[in-house]
T-cell receptor, first 111, second 110 residues
Framework: GENVEQHPSTLSVQEGDSAVIKCTYS??????FPWYKQELGKRPQLIID???NVGEKKDQRIAVTLNKTAKHFSLHITETQPEDSAVYFC??????????WGAGTKLIIKP | DVKVTQSSRYLVKRTGEKVFLECVQD?????MFWYRQDPGLGLRLIYF???????EKGDIPEGYSVSREKKERFSLILESASTNQTSMYLC?????????FGQGTRLTVV
């Protein structure tokens, strides 16, 4: 069946450095790829998304890139700050109303 | 402006009890989902519903059932709670690509 693989499961970076989280999806029909951030004890919230007709999207320190040929997409966070510490989930659309989720990446920002 | 509300943040239940987890959304979304979240396993889909009285099994439906009598409410039922159902349960609702999550219910079965 369809799946999304997400790596790494844990990522520890020095404050101020960049962080990159990668996801690979299996369904070639997927056309929508959101990223969610879940802070400790809180609900997941959308931080950025990208559609299949776009290769890259940027929002301040956050960017997402998509390679449809290779079926992978990545989240890039630059100039990391303590408030970036959280679990990040990628997802890929399947069918008309479902998302398949990655297993999550715990991002730790070291002071 | 809370959009998806789960009835409890924390629950402790005994093995064998019937457990109801309630989820209500105020956005008139047609699609609602129940996920289970465990460390290292991400979000695993238990059941989803795309309309009132409609339900579909997700990836891990065993031991669970659901009810959707009204559009705004989607209930997850553990027919006979077991210790391996101790977990964080997340409800979500969506309309097309717009998704919102509830705050989660941490269920402990003892």
């Amino acid at each position: 069946g369809e799946n999304v693989e997400q790596h790494p499961s844990t990522l520890s970076v020095q404050e101020g450095d960049s962080a990159v989280i990668k996801c690979t999806y299996s369904d070639s029909a997927s056309n929508y790829f959101p990223w969610y951030k879940q802070e400790l004890g809180k609900r997941p919230q959308l931080i950025i998304d990208i559609r299949s007709n776009v290769g890259e999207k940027k929002d301040q320190r956050i960017a997402v890139t998509l390679n449809k040929t290779a079926k992978h997409f990545s989240l890039h966070i630059t100039e990391t700050q303590p408030e970036d510490s959280a679990v990040y989930f990628c997802a890929a659309s399947i069918g008309n109303y479902q998302l398949i989720w990655g297993a999550g990446t715990k991002l730790i920002i070291k002071p | 402006d809370v959009k998806v509300t789960q009835s409890s943040r924390y629950l402790v239940k005994r093995t064998g009890e019937k457990v109801f987890l309630e989820c209500v959304q105020d956005m008139d979304h047609e699609n609602m989902f129940w996920y289970r979240q465990d460390p290292g396993l991400g979000l695993r889909l238990i059941y989803f519903s795309y309309d009132v009285k409609m339900k579909e099994k997700g990836d891990i439906p065993e031991g669970y059932s659901v009810s959707r009598e009204k559009k705004e409410r989607f209930s997850l039922i553990l027919e006979s709670a077991s210790t391996n159902q101790t977990s964080m349960y997340l409800c979500a609702s969506s309309l097309a690509e717009t998704w919102f999550f509830g705050q989660g219910t941490r269920l402990t079965v003892v």
